[in-house]
């Protein structure tokens, strides 16, 4: 049976658990310490986005953007391990049913801004 909201109406609430309760569960999925440690970093930023009580099944590419703000100047490694964390996630949430989309597919770095306007982003500085 299917719920088919009236027109007017707000969609039914998304049901399931809270995004800081799947988080947890996520976390405590994981054996390795150092990964928990890192992907609990990057997962409290977006707790902070969302908020805890923010049911994890609405999660949005924006949440995930909004998240990823945080690192956009840091070094590609250092984006690129923030975002793993959050495809873990997705992926996670996916298997347990909780979320149906991939909020986290359409990220992209932004570029990066030159250090200095005399060194282009790409330029090699020797010492």
């Known amino acids: 049976m299917s719920v088919v909201a009236?027109?007017?109406?707000?969609?039914?609430?998304?049901?399931?658990?809270?995004?800081?309760?799947?988080?947890?569960?996520?976390?405590?999925?994981?054996?390795?310490?150092?990964?928990?440690?890192?992907?609990?970093?990057?997962?409290?930023?977006?707790?902070?986005?969302?908020?805890?009580?923010?049911?994890?099944?609405?999660?949005?590419?924006?949440?995930?953007?909004?998240?990823?703000?945080r690192w956009t100047a840091?070094?590609?490694?250092t984006w690129n391990r923030h975002l793993s964390a959050l495809t873990s996630f997705t992926t996670w949430t996916q298997r347990q049913e909780i979320l149906a989309t991939n909020p986290a597919r359409r990220l992209e770095r932004p570029p990066r801004r030159p250090l200095h306007p005399a060194h282009p982003v790409g330029d090699v500085v020797h010492r």
Request: proline share 10%.
């Open 74 to 77: 840091a070094t590609a490694a």
């Open 6 to 69: 009236f027109p007017g109406q707000p969609d039914p609430a998304p049901v399931g658990p809270t995004t800081a309760t799947a988080v947890d569960r996520f976390l405590d999925s994981i054996t390795a310490a150092t990964t928990r440690a890192s992907y609990a970093e990057t997962l409290k930023r977006l707790l902070a986005v969302t908020g805890a009580q923010f049911p994890a099944a609405a999660l949005q590419p924006e949440h995930y953007a909004a998240a990823m703000e």
